[in-house]
């Protein structure tokens, strides 16, 4: 349950800071198998934004990314 807290917080402050991104946003997935061949299904943003604590008119930016997902897959995901 903590970690389900944590997850809803963290995304919750994501989606305030994507609010105020300055341009566009992209998105990029990747999938990949594990070791034991579990595979996962990961989705990112990436935008550029203000660097943290410095007001939205000071003009510096940085380069941003967060996790917006990552699923377990119960079947494999080749070919």
């Given at each position: 349950e903590l970690i389900l807290q944590c997850w809803q917080e963290h995304f919750m402050q994501l989606r305030v800071e994507l609010k105020r991104v300055v341009r566009a946003?992209?998105?990029?997935?990747?999938?990949?198998?594990?070791?034991?061949?579990d595979s996962y299904l990961v989705m990112m943003a990436h935008w550029i934004g203000h660097e943290?604590?410095?007001?939205?008119?000071?003009?510096?930016?940085?380069?941003?990314?967060?996790?917006?997902?990552?699923?377990?897959?119960?079947?494999?995901?080749?070919?």
């Open positions: 946003i992209s998105f990029t997935a990747d999938m990949w198998s594990a070791d034991k061949l943290s604590g410095n007001a939205p008119c000071s003009g510096q930016l940085a380069m941003k990314a967060a996790l917006i997902t990552f699923h377990y897959l119960p079947s494999s995901h080749m070919g």
